[in-house]
């Protein structure tokens, strides 16, 4: 039988890919759409103020929407799509309420007792929900998945940990859509490139530290690497796209890395959202593109390339679709994670 789900913040737009993915999925089922006060009471159809490119499932279109209170959700499974501003009190309610969440806002990424999790990189964390309920009292946990740019960088630093990685520095190129529907006008991205997204350097600076950390059975002992970014928003709908810089203390060569890549297999096949490649290794040097590669293995693929040696280490490029891989799919794929080993 599928597991019923819930999706806070269900009109915006990664709430609208949470939809749009969970369509039809064999483990899952959407049995709640809740969002803000705007919202409830409306159908589901009449209630988003923008829409992706597919159509509502017919069976969603008439859904009433929610208001966000554990009371009035019935769910397995919460997948949280809300503004980091009101995720912090409104997840802890649900997870007071004895629900399981799998979140992808940011307000509580770094919290100490918070597992951040990419299932192909540390499911091992998923230990810290025992600590988190222990120590706050709740029957039901709180899970998140990283930021969309930094979950476009991190599967690929995994394999090459065996080195010692001891600095990396990273440049974006980030799509329009990881601002948002009213993130950013039309005025401001036309022509342009804006060298600056607020908040976004520092996420990316600090939550691979954790994620490339080790748990030690009561907390996650951050990873001692040196981490410097920088992120600029361009002109492009969907798709983050990473120029990497790489140091490590063990001296490698581009084939080492190039092997690392294509050999990477982090063993999840049996996740339904896990794709066939989690990096896939294009041959092409003009590769990969954000139109032509955003959307490999549904979307939850990350495309590299251009993989070359530089003055004291390596650089490569990047590409994960920052709505489906970097927000959406990622926080499904915890779900499924999350069921695989247990906790649902």
């Known amino acids: ?42 159908k589901y159809k009449d209630a988003r103020p923008w829409r992706l490119d597919t159509e509502i499932p017919k069976d969603l279109a008439e859904k009433e929407v929610l208001p966000m209170d554990p009371r009035r959700i019935e769910a397995d499974l919460v997948f949280s799509a809300l503004p980091a501003d009101l995720a912090g009190k409104i997840e802890s309610d649900f997870a007071k309420g004895g629900f399981a969440l799998s979140s992808n806002a940011s307000a509580n990424r770094m919290k100490e007792d918070v597992p951040l999790i990419i299932p192909e990189v540390n499911k091992e964390h998923l230990g810290l929900i025992d600590v988190q309920r222990k120590k706050r009292g709740w029957t039901g946990f709180i899970i998140t998945n990283p930021n969309c740019s930094t979950i476009a960088m991190v599967p690929t630093f995994k394999p090459l940990m065996k080195f010692d990685i001891e600095e990396i520095r990273v440049s974006t190129m980030q799509a329009v859509s990881g601002a948002g529907y009213e993130g950013i006008s039309s005025m ?35 990873a001692k690497i040196k981490i410097s ?3 600029h928003r361009v002109p492009v709908i969907d798709g983050h796209l990473e120029a990497i810089w790489i140091r490590t203390k063990e001296k490698i060569s581009a084939e080492d890395v190039k092997r690392e890549f294509l050999s990477f297999d982090p063993g999840l096949k049996d996740l339904p959202s896990e794709p066939e490649k989690v990096i896939y290794l294009h041959d092409d040097e003009d590769r990969p593109q954000t139109r032509l590669d955003r959307n490999m293995g549904r979307g939850m693929t990350i495309s590299v390339g251009r993989v070359r040696e530089d003055f004291d280490g390596i650089k490569y490029i990047t590409l994960g679709h920052n709505t489906v891989r970097g927000a959406a799919g990622a926080a499904i794929l915890n779900g499924e994670l999350l069921v695989n080993e247990g906790f649902i």
Not at 3 to 25: D, P, Y
Not at 189 to 213: F, H, R, S
């Open 188 to 222: 401001s991205i036309l022509d342009n490139v804006v060298p600056y997204i607020g908040g976004e350097e520092e996420k990316m600076e600090t939550e691979p530290l954790k994620m490339l950390g080790e748990f030690d059975g009561e907390k996650i002992k951050n």
């Open 1 to 42: 039988m599928k597991k019923k789900v819930a999706i806070l913040g269900a009109t915006g737009a990664v709430g609208q890919r949470f939809v749009q993915l969970l369509e039809n999925h064999p483990w899952f089922e959407i049995e709640c759409l809740a969002a803000s006060k705007r919202s409830v009471g409306k």
């Open 229 to 231: 970014a920088s992120c």
